[in-house]
């Protein structure tokens, strides 16, 4: 069955160090897609990067980067400057493509603090 | 398995015209049913909830509403269109702890 896992339920740091945020997944599914995001308390999950399975691209965004380790199945989320903005929840999740939709597994996040 | 049909694939609707979105669920009875937006750069916002026919929660007010007329269908309607309507809609249920299962989704371009 389809798991996410997020072992880290808080971190914290100081600002202007760098954070990896770990996620491990299970799924039987040949083509599917990493996402990360930030949670806000209004209820939006900001997207922040997203990894294709059939790609080998290091994917990069701003001060995000991911490190995408399919045979693990793993994938981490670097932050690269942190800033005190950046304190949130963050969560990764697997989308895999259903006949006529998708299938979103969400993993429990973990809890950033950054401090000034 | 239960499947998600959303309807219509795409709309492009003018600015002040209403809108009617529809979600219909086949193979879960009494499903937990939710209304999101994605906006263009993958953002999602949970718009509306509902747990029962009848009854719907809202989460974010962006002068939408949305009704559960039967147990199998959910509708996302406003009488007025903005600009900042335009996006993805996704239907979704809920499958168990932290899954979610999504609907194709309704591209809306307001213009």
């Known amino acids: 069955a389809e798991k996410v896992i997020q072992v880290w339920s808080t971190a914290s740091r100081q600002e202007g160090e760098e954070l990896t945020l770990d996620c491990s997944y299970e799924?039987?599914?040949?083509?599917?897609?990493l996402f990360w995001y930030k949670h806000l308390l209004s209820g939006e999950m900001v997207f922040l990067i997203r990894q294709t399975s059939s790609s080998t691209a290091k994917e990069r965004s701003g001060r995000y980067s991911v490190v995408f380790q399919k045979s693990l199945k793993s994938i981490s989320l670097i932050i690269s400057a942190l800033q005190p903005d950046d304190s949130g929840k963050y969560f990764c999740?697997?989308?895999?493509?259903?006949?006529?939709?998708?299938?979103?597994?969400f993993g429990s996040g973990t809890r950033l603090l950054v401090s000034p | 398995a239960q499947t998600i049909h959303q309807w219509p694939v795409a709309e492009i609707k003018a600015v002040g015209s209403p809108l009617s979105l529809g979600c219909t669920i086949k193979?879960?009875?009494?499903?937990?049913l939710y209304w999101y937006w994605q906006a263009t750069g993958g953002t999602l916002q949970q718009l509306f909830y509902s747990i029962t026919v009848g009854q719907v929660e809202s989460v974010v007010q962006l002068n939408l509403s949305a009704s559960r007329p039967k147990d199998d269908q959910f509708i996302l309607s406003t009488e007025k269109l903005l600009l900042s309507h335009s996006g993805f809609y996704l239907c979704a249920l809920t499958g168990g702890e932290n899954t979610l299962y999504f609907g194709a989704g309704t591209r809306l371009s307001v213009l």
């Open positions: 193979g879960k009875s009494s499903p937990n």
């Open positions: 799924t039987s599914q040949v083509l599917y897609h």
């Open positions: 999740a697997l989308w895999e493509p259903r006949t006529g939709g998708y299938k979103v597994v």
